[in-house]
């Protein structure tokens, strides 16, 4: 006897047809809350600088905002990218969701994007005001700045992929920095880090296999990404041991450079500004 083959999968003949179906956009985006970015912007004009912390190769760093206040995260020395974890501080359970970020507002953030919080919350947690790359678009290869599609460099997947026991990728970067900061442990401190804001980072996927991709960031010294913080922020930003994550994104042997974080206090917040609620849905989820 010999193995049944399977047989190659039939083409319909109305495939042509069927791959012609226009999209639609999941999430319209057309009744989200506006920000008033020209406010915010007039507040942070107007604020001084209140702290600022850098953010050494390979490592991470955590810091705090508060409500109504601005921080920037500005490229130094070299192309460097940064992976961001935002959390409430009175409560950890409320973290940024890259996944309903990306929903509402595609799989690269920019000027007047929001990054929201998780279920129940759902809320803006901060909201982008300026971006020295908003220049770039979207590239020939389909690729674009300041993702939120990659999950970040971990050491699982190293040994997964390579057998490798890798420490400074940005996942235990951003767990060790945690786990300083709170005064716990590591493995008290990584349940809590979670998908991220890929700052600087160029990346996409590939058009022939949907296959996600990096390439070398634009990013120089001297560019930024500023934030309005629309509720109290703890921040946690990884430097990546793949500097500008050119050829890889685990590794002591690309050229990696500090990324400095700023925080700013305005003199007063925007004009009628005001924390956002969390989300006004009742919880009930049909059971009565």
Known sequence: MTDRQPDAPAIPDDAAQRRAVPPVICYPSGNL?????????????????????????????CFEVPAGHVFRITCTGGPQVGDLNLWNPHDLI???YSGKTRAL????VSEGDRLWSGFPHLRPMATILRDTLGWYGIDAFGGAVHDVIGTRCDPYSGNLLAGTQYHHCCHSNL??????????????????????????????????????????SPVRPGDYLEFF???????????CPGGDCGAEHSSDAAACFPLLV???APSRPPGGWQIPPRNGYDRSHGAG
């Not at 900061?181 to 700052?199: F, K, Q, R, S, Y």
């Not at 913080?229 to 430097?239: N, P, R, T, V």
């Open 262 to 264: 700023e925080i700013f």
């Open 94 to 96: 409320e973290r940024f």
């Open 33 to 61: 809350p506006r920000p008033d970015l020209a406010g915010y912007r007039a507040a942070a004009e107007r604020a001084q600088k209140s702290g600022e912390i850098l953010i050494p190769p390979r490592e991470a760093g």
């Open 175 to 216: 767990t060790r920095a945690l786990a300083g900061h709170l005064g716990i442990t590591p493995a008290e401190a990584e349940p809590h880090v979670h998908d991220v804001l890929n700052v600087f980072m160029c990346t996409g996927f590939t058009r022939d296999t949907g296959q996600y991709f990096m390439k070398a």
């Open 105 to 108: 507002h595609g799989s690269h």
């Open 229 to 239: 913080a629309e509720i109290d922020l703890l921040g946690c930003l990884s430097a």
